[in-house]
């Protein structure tokens, strides 16, 4: 049996025999490839992404707040994190973070701290989303225009308890918000018991 604590994803790189751009397009790329895999060759096509940010804005009474727009391939207008595309040239990942979530919800947050890093569909492109947790958050010191589908996002407070409900009730079925609120509860939860005891022990 494995040990847990050494269950990791595992670098494998083989040799890629061609590599051809498909479809350039305004804001990805989708690329086939053909690449050695055991006794023969494999052709497989993915969206090339520029990788992405989320953040989990987080308040004093545990509220998320989330957002909602529309998105065209799925034709709903689903529930979300603010997140944005990490396509600022040297732009750093929780710079981005910081400046999505002031474009998208006019907020600025004190503490930072990275939640968790996902490929978000590994079978179909090559984007990596790192989650960020933001405390400490107020309003920006100024509004940002928004266009597009951002033009007319809804923004919600919402409690973090009730959003992991509404997660596992199957009412909302965006990925990176369920990876993101379910281990905003997990840290929370981690950090009462070590706080519980912490407090045990100082009592002794």
Do not use: K
């Not at 847990?4 to 670098?11: H, I, Q, T």
């Not at 407070?157 to 596992?168: F, G, P, Q």
């Amino acid at each position: 049996m494995t040990d847990a604590s050494a269950l990791r994803d595992e670098p494998f790189d083989p040799r890629v025999i061609q590599s051809e751009l498909v479809h350039q397009g305004y804001v990805w790329d989708v690329r086939s490839d053909r690449f050695a895999y055991g006794d023969g060759e494999i052709v497989r096509e993915y969206v090339a992404h520029t990788g992405a940010v989320a953040v989990v804005a987080l308040d004093q009474r545990e509220r998320v707040l989330l957002i909602q727009q529309y998105r065209h391939p799925i034709r709903h207008r689903d529930w979300e994190l603010p997140a944005g595309l990490l396509d600022v040239a040297g732009e750093e990942p929780l710079a981005a973070a910081q400046r999505e979530l002031a474009e998208e919800a006019d907020l600025v947050a004190r503490d930072w701290r990275l939640l968790v890093s996902s490929w978000t569909t590994p079978g179909g492109n090559d984007e990596m989303i790192h989650v960020f947790l933001a405390t400490g958050v107020s309003a920006a010191s100024a509004a940002h225009d928004r266009e597009d589908e951002e033009a007319d996002i809804r923004t919600e407070w919402v409690a973090l308890s009730d959003a992991v409900d509404a997660v596992l009730s199957g009412r909302m079925h965006n990925g990176i918000l369920t990876i993101g609120v379910l281990a905003t509860e997990r840290v929370l939860a981690t950090e009462r018991v070590l706080a519980a005891e912490r407090r045990a022990t100082a009592g002794e």
